[in-house]
């Protein structure tokens, strides 16, 4: 069973700028998550979907934080404008009708 | 409000010399409380899943236990691959979301 797959795996960009983060849950999976964690802290949750729909995005900074899961599968999330605080790696993880979320290799974000 | 606490922070320790983690949480109506091994550079990989009081899981040198207010991971025996970031979160009643602690860093040493 493939896992969930992330691009890319990392990206540098200055602040002020925008970037965009693809994920690809395990097939079958409805719910998909996006967290982001930042050096030497836990994972914190940003947004979650089940299915098509937003479930929780209350951690979700809307100013400049977006995320859409068109189809119920693929996910996008974007930064626009990018700050120097955002530097981090940003997580999809996604589950099935068991509870255990099961996470892909992020994305590791550097803005300078 | 909703609280984490893993300790040690860091933790090193010689092949074979076992020894213990600790998660303590603060949070109304928990849910499930889990455990992942964190790589570097990698995602947090699955490893055990607890939901109630006196709950216990194993998976080769590791081993899982839930306590009302604590859980432990005891390692026992480790070896150099066991070294690794030990991530422990909970989820409450009526959500899915995940709240991290901020991880145990493991060193094996040979």
């Known amino acids: 069973e493939a896992g969930v797959a992330q691009s890319p795996r990392y990206k540098i960009i200055e602040k002020r700028q925008s970037v965009a983060f693809w994920c690809n849950p395990i097939?079958?999976?409805?719910?998909l998550y996006w967290y982001q964690q930042i050096l030497g802290q836990g994972p914190k949750l940003l947004i979650q979907?089940?299915?098509?729909?937003?479930?929780?995005d209350s951690q979700l900074p809307k100013d400049r934080f977006s995320a859409e899961r068109l189809k119920g599968v693929d996910s996008t999330l974007k930064i626009q404008p990018a700050k120097l605080e955002d530097s981090a790696v940003y997580l999809c993880?996604?589950?099935?009708?068991?509870?255990?979320?099961?996470f892909g290799p992020g994305t590791r974000l550097t803005v300078t | 409000e909703d609280q984490v606490t893993q300790s040690p922070e860091a933790l090193r320790l010689q092949e074979g010399e076992s020894s213990s983690l600790n998660c303590s949480y603060t949070?109304?109506?928990?849910?499930?409380l889990f455990w992942y091994r964190q790589d570097p550079g990698k995602g947090p990989e699955f490893l055990f899943t607890?939901?109630?009081a006196g709950e216990e899981k194993e998976k080769e040198r590791l081993k899982a236990t839930l306590t009302k207010k604590e859980s432990f991971l005891h390692i026992t025996a480790p070896k150099p691959e066991d070294s690794a970031t030990y991530l422990c979160?909970?989820?409450?009643?009526?959500?899915?979301?995940?709240?991290f602690g901020t991880g145990t860093r493991l060193q094996v040493f040979p």
């Open positions: 949070v109304s109506g928990l849910r499930g």
């Open positions: 979907f089940q299915n098509n729909g937003v479930v929780d």
């Open positions: 993880a996604s589950s099935g009708i068991r509870s255990e979320q099961y």
């Open positions: 097939s079958g999976h409805a719910t």
């Open positions: 607890l939901y109630s």
């Open positions: 979160a909970v989820r409450k009643y009526n959500t899915d979301k995940l709240i």
